[in-house]
């Protein structure tokens, strides 16, 4: 098997296992919701999402097996809210991280990977997730705006960088990837294209989102500029 086979079966058990987690957080994200909120709309969406993350799970792990890489590993429900929030909160926390950040910056590299000269069976595989995770995304926008809309919000500012630090970080500053261009036709972003397009992401998308519902970004610009430059 060549580096480059390698490292696009590595990279698509990663996003296998990143998919089933999702599924286990967005089940139980849409079991603690109506103890706070019973007219809300979005654990409806959560649980039809946790089903579509079940779905690309099977889709990411049948390519790392076509590319020669076991999928490996049961579900797994990895929560990644700080001690210290109250439950309330902590949804908050883990639905902005989960949804408002990584969900979109997932449209942006899946958008970035279909513009490219990918293979056809990653195509598609690269098409079905897109079309899911748009509506993932808008359903952490959703949940944001009906807490921002009868208290106070503006806490999370502070906790942003730690959202980009344990949700995104991982994924896109892996150690040691190797990023020939080659990578894209398997649907695989290069290692400098995939921080340009998430550093962009952040700031046309993500954060001027966040501030229209009054969590301020300045932490998060400070985190970003230290970080990445
Ligand atoms: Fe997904
Ligand atoms: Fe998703």
Redesign the pocket.
Known sequence: MDAVQRAAGEAWAFRARVERE?ASRFARLAAAIPAFDPASPVPALLRR?AA??DR?AALCAGLSASYGCPGGGGATDVRITPRSLGPRDAVLYEVVAACCIT?TE?VATLATLLGEQAEPRVRTVLREIAR??VV?GRMGWAHLAREAAVRDVSFLAAWVPSMLAGTVEEGLFPAGEPGPDELLRHGVLPGPRKKEIFVRTLDEVVLPGLEKLGVSAAPARAWISQRIS
């Open positions: 999702a999402a579509d993350e690309h969900e997932s899911d995770e993932h």
